[in-house]
């Protein structure tokens, strides 16, 4: 399983990003389960409908589900806790919802899928300027 952070999300929905060759390489060679969790669902959501409208958000929801390239993933309970002791640990950094869930110990799951631990691996790309918040 590998868990897609926002980042790499954003750079494949938008040609014109800094990292969009280099995410479209990697999704065309990732395998395995590639799992969003709620929270990046979220962000990109936000980040791809500002910069890059309607059109671009729901190309990516597409994207999202049974048989696309994105597997939706859940929160339990446990994530929450963990997600809050994250913020409260890094409070001097911008650190949200989504970053809490992409490659900091995540447990939560996809449907179909076993997991018993933490994503094997996490894949980010370098935030692009116009993916970042503001």
């Known amino acids: 399983m590998i868990v897609v952070d926002t ?3 954003y750079a494949l929905a938008d040609r014109g990003d800094a990292h969009h ?20 669902i979220a962000e ?9 409208g309607p059109k671009g958000e729901a190309a990516f929801l597409d994207a999202v589900g049974p048989g696309q390239a994105f597997t939706l993933g859940t929160l339990l ?29 995540w447990h939560g799951t996809a449907p179909g899928l076993v997991c018993p631990g933490a994503a094997e691996s996490f894949v980010s790309s370098a ?6 918040p503001g």
């Not at 590639?34 to 990046?40: A, F, S």
């Open 21 to 40: 060759a280099a995410s479209v390489r990697w999704l065309a060679s990732a395998r395995g389960p590639l799992l969003v969790p709620p929270p990046g």
């Open 44 to 52: 990109a959501c936000y980040l791809i409908g500002r910069h890059l």
């Open 77 to 105: 309970e446990t994530d929450i806790t963990r997600m809050a002791a994250l913020v409260r640990q890094y409070a001097d950094l911008p650190l949200g919802d989504a970053d809490c869930t992409a490659g900091h110990g």
């Open 7 to 9: 980042g790499v999300l």
């Open 127 to 132: 935030p692009s300027r116009r993916a970042g």
